[in-house]
Protein backbone atom coordinates (compact mmCIF):
# COMPACT_ATOMS: atom_id res chain seq x y z
CA UNK A 1 0.00 0.00 0.00
CA UNK A 2 1.23 3.20 -0.88
CA UNK A 3 1.84 6.00 1.64
CA UNK A 4 -0.70 8.42 0.07
CA UNK A 5 -3.55 5.62 -0.22
CA UNK A 6 -2.72 4.44 4.02
CA UNK A 7 -2.66 8.35 4.32
CA UNK A 8 -6.82 8.87 2.26
CA UNK A 9 -7.58 5.76 4.19
CA UNK A 10 -6.88 7.15 8.08
CA UNK A 11 -8.48 10.42 6.95
CA UNK A 12 -11.75 8.39 5.96
CA UNK A 13 -11.53 6.30 9.42
CA UNK A 14 -11.42 9.54 11.55
CA UNK A 15 -14.14 10.39 9.61
CA UNK A 16 -16.25 7.88 10.43
CA UNK A 17 -14.94 7.42 14.00
CA UNK A 18 -16.20 11.17 14.43
CA UNK A 19 -19.89 10.38 12.73
CA UNK A 20 -20.16 7.83 15.04
CA UNK A 21 -18.72 9.93 17.96
CA UNK A 22 -21.48 12.63 17.65
CA UNK A 23 -24.45 10.51 16.23
CA UNK A 24 -24.12 8.38 20.36
CA UNK A 25 -23.52 12.33 21.71
CA UNK A 26 -26.60 13.40 19.67
CA UNK A 27 -28.49 10.43 20.80
CA UNK A 28 -27.57 10.77 24.91
CA UNK A 29 -28.50 14.38 24.40
CA UNK A 30 -31.91 13.98 23.41
CA UNK A 31 -32.41 11.09 25.18
CA UNK A 32 -31.54 12.74 28.60
CA UNK A 33 -33.12 16.08 27.42
CA UNK A 34 -35.48 15.71 25.84
CA UNK A 35 -37.01 18.91 23.47
CA UNK A 36 -40.66 18.05 23.98
CA UNK A 37 -41.91 19.71 26.94
CA UNK A 38 -43.47 23.32 26.20
CA UNK A 39 -45.11 25.69 28.80
CA UNK A 40 -45.68 28.92 30.28
CA UNK A 41 -45.88 30.80 33.13
CA UNK A 42 -46.89 33.85 35.31
CA UNK A 43 -47.09 35.69 38.70
CA UNK A 44 -50.86 36.16 39.38
CA UNK A 45 -51.56 38.12 42.62
CA UNK A 46 -50.48 35.27 44.92
CA UNK A 47 -48.87 32.79 43.02
CA UNK A 48 -47.07 31.08 39.84
CA UNK A 49 -49.09 29.76 37.81
CA UNK A 50 -49.33 28.62 34.17
CA UNK A 51 -49.05 25.32 31.82
CA UNK A 52 -47.18 22.53 30.93
CA UNK A 53 -46.91 19.74 28.31
CA UNK A 54 -45.27 16.84 27.33
CA UNK A 55 -45.70 17.08 23.47
CA UNK A 56 -44.61 13.22 23.14
CA UNK A 57 -47.26 12.17 25.41
CA UNK A 58 -49.92 14.76 25.41
CA UNK A 59 -52.56 13.71 27.82
CA UNK A 60 -49.84 12.94 30.41
CA UNK A 61 -49.24 14.94 33.33
CA UNK A 62 -45.80 16.42 33.86
CA UNK A 63 -44.52 16.77 37.13
CA UNK A 64 -43.12 20.76 37.53
CA UNK A 65 -40.96 22.26 39.62
CA UNK A 66 -39.95 25.63 41.28
CA UNK A 67 -37.29 27.72 42.00
CA UNK A 68 -37.18 31.59 43.58
CA UNK A 69 -34.29 33.54 42.99
CA UNK A 70 -32.36 30.21 42.75
CA UNK A 71 -34.14 28.51 45.51
CA UNK A 72 -36.28 24.92 45.19
CA UNK A 73 -39.46 26.05 46.61
CA UNK A 74 -41.95 23.00 45.45
CA UNK A 75 -42.71 20.09 43.17
CA UNK A 76 -46.46 19.27 41.72
CA UNK A 77 -48.11 17.88 38.97
CA UNK A 78 -49.37 19.92 36.10
CA UNK A 79 -53.18 18.89 36.32
CA UNK A 80 -55.45 21.57 37.56
CA UNK A 81 -57.84 22.52 34.28
CA UNK A 82 -56.67 24.70 31.91
CA UNK A 83 -59.25 24.84 28.86
CA UNK A 84 -57.24 27.33 27.42
CA UNK A 85 -54.19 24.90 26.16
CA UNK A 86 -56.29 22.06 25.12
CA UNK A 87 -58.13 24.97 22.81
CA UNK A 88 -54.91 26.00 21.65
CA UNK A 89 -54.24 22.78 20.65
CA UNK A 90 -50.93 22.16 22.77
CA UNK A 91 -53.03 18.74 24.54
CA UNK A 92 -55.54 16.20 24.51
CA UNK A 93 -57.29 17.67 27.44
CA UNK A 94 -57.40 20.50 30.06
CA UNK A 95 -55.53 19.02 32.60
CA UNK A 96 -52.28 20.69 32.25
CA UNK A 97 -52.56 23.51 34.93
CA UNK A 98 -50.10 24.20 37.82
CA UNK A 99 -50.21 27.04 40.29
CA UNK A 100 -48.23 27.37 43.18
CA UNK A 101 -48.51 29.22 46.49
CA UNK A 102 -45.50 30.80 47.71
CA UNK A 103 -43.79 31.09 50.86
CA UNK A 104 -43.00 34.25 52.22
CA UNK A 105 -40.80 36.72 50.19
CA UNK A 106 -38.88 39.81 51.22
CA UNK A 107 -40.16 43.00 49.63
CA UNK A 108 -39.03 43.97 45.93
CA UNK A 109 -38.24 41.77 42.76
CA UNK A 110 -37.67 38.62 42.93
CA UNK A 111 -37.44 35.59 39.35
CA UNK A 112 -39.52 32.03 39.41
CA UNK A 113 -38.15 29.14 37.06
CA UNK A 114 -40.77 26.41 36.02
CA UNK A 115 -39.14 23.45 34.95
CA UNK A 116 -40.73 19.83 34.06
CA UNK A 117 -39.00 16.99 35.32
CA UNK A 118 -38.01 14.34 32.91
CA UNK A 119 -36.89 11.12 33.75
CA UNK A 120 -34.58 8.85 31.80
CA UNK A 121 -32.34 6.08 32.21
CA UNK A 122 -35.34 3.85 33.47
CA UNK A 123 -35.81 6.50 35.97
CA UNK A 124 -32.19 6.74 37.11
CA UNK A 125 -31.64 9.85 35.86
CA UNK A 126 -33.68 13.16 36.34
CA UNK A 127 -33.00 16.02 34.03
CA UNK A 128 -34.92 19.19 34.37
CA UNK A 129 -35.76 21.60 31.08
CA UNK A 130 -37.17 25.40 31.74
CA UNK A 131 -40.50 25.85 30.83
CA UNK A 132 -40.82 29.37 28.97
CA UNK A 133 -38.89 31.89 30.28
CA UNK A 134 -38.06 33.23 33.74
CA UNK A 135 -41.23 34.83 35.92
CA UNK A 136 -40.00 38.46 37.35
CA UNK A 137 -42.31 39.66 39.54
CA UNK A 138 -42.70 42.04 42.83
CA UNK A 139 -43.54 41.05 46.29
CA UNK A 140 -44.69 44.46 48.24
CA UNK A 141 -45.16 44.58 52.19
CA UNK A 142 -48.94 43.58 51.93
CA UNK A 143 -47.67 39.90 50.22
CA UNK A 144 -49.08 40.82 46.96
CA UNK A 145 -47.30 40.27 43.67
CA UNK A 146 -47.09 42.04 40.44
CA UNK A 147 -45.84 39.83 37.34
CA UNK A 148 -43.38 42.69 35.89
CA UNK A 149 -44.08 41.59 31.99
CA UNK A 150 -47.45 42.77 32.72
CA UNK A 151 -46.94 45.89 34.04
CA UNK A 152 -44.67 46.86 31.31
CA UNK A 153 -47.15 46.19 28.46
Do not use: C
Not at 58 to 72: A, P, T, Y
Not at 74 to 80: C, F, H, I, K
Not at 103 to 126: C, D, F, I, M, W
Request: glycine share 10%; no cysteine; proline share 3%.
Amino acid sequence: MTKSKLIILLIGKSILETVLVATIAVGFFINAFPPFFHGWGEATTSSIAGWAVNNSARSQHVFVQLFVDGDFVAAQSANLSRPDVSAAGWADDEWHGYSFTLPALGVGVHEARVYAVHASGGGTRRTLQQLGDPVRFTMDASGTMTDLAKSHR
